[in-house]
């Protein structure tokens, strides 16, 4: 039985969302400004695990005598985080690193797959937690959240789909706790 227009069409959308995930990421590592390495090194690192959030919610907990909001905050960023992990081992997808050789990541290789990025998971985690309790905060919270899964994709550690998919869990753990 010969395959039908529909089902190479089917196939096709795939390879074409991988493909220009491919471009994107290559673009951006290829395209990556010296003086911008340092700082998006640093808040790689502080976004590690949740960390750079997980201060704000202290301090937001403190500032707002709401110790339950620290609770919400760091049980959906970690929840996010170990999620993405279990999801990463499951479906091992290689990080970049693993495909080109050049240029070299900005920060070491991870040892897990690349899909979902747990950094944009927990990120976004903790920026909808925040967002759903303070309008006001929504915003900074989200544009940190993106910058942090932006690094990833610069430090060259992730595709662009890993980031997203990250996000997407993040936004869906926070909403749920």
Same mark, same amino acid.
Do not use: K, M
């Given at each position: ?154 430090? $060259? ?7 997203? $998919? ?12």
């Amino acid at each position: 039985v010969r395959p039908g227009r529909a089902d190479r069409e089917d196939q096709a959308a795939p390879l074409l969302l991988i493909s220009l995930d491919r471009h994107l990421e290559r673009w951006v590592v290829l395209h990556r400004v010296g003086w911008l390495n340092t700082p998006v090194v640093d808040l790689t690192r502080i976004a590690t695990d949740g960390l750079v959030f997980i201060v704000a919610g202290l301090v937001l907990a403190v500032l707002w005598r709401r110790p339950w909001f620290f609770v919400a905050l760091v049980t959906a960023t970690l929840a996010a985080d170990w999620l993405s992990y279990a999801l990463r081992q499951l479906i091992g997808r290689d990080r970049p690193p693993l495909v080109y050789a050049e240029p070299r990541p900005l920060v070491s290789l991870p040892h897990t797959g690349a899909f979902p990025s747990g950094h944009s998971a927990s990120a976004f985690a903790a920026a909808t937690v925040i967002a759903w309790s303070s309008r006001r905060l929504a915003v900074p919270a989200y544009v940190l959240a993106v910058l942090v899964a932006w690094s990833r994709v610069y430090v $060259g550690v992730h595709w662009p789909l890993d980031v997203i $998919g990250g996000a997407a869990l993040g936004v869906l753990v926070g909403t749920l706790v």
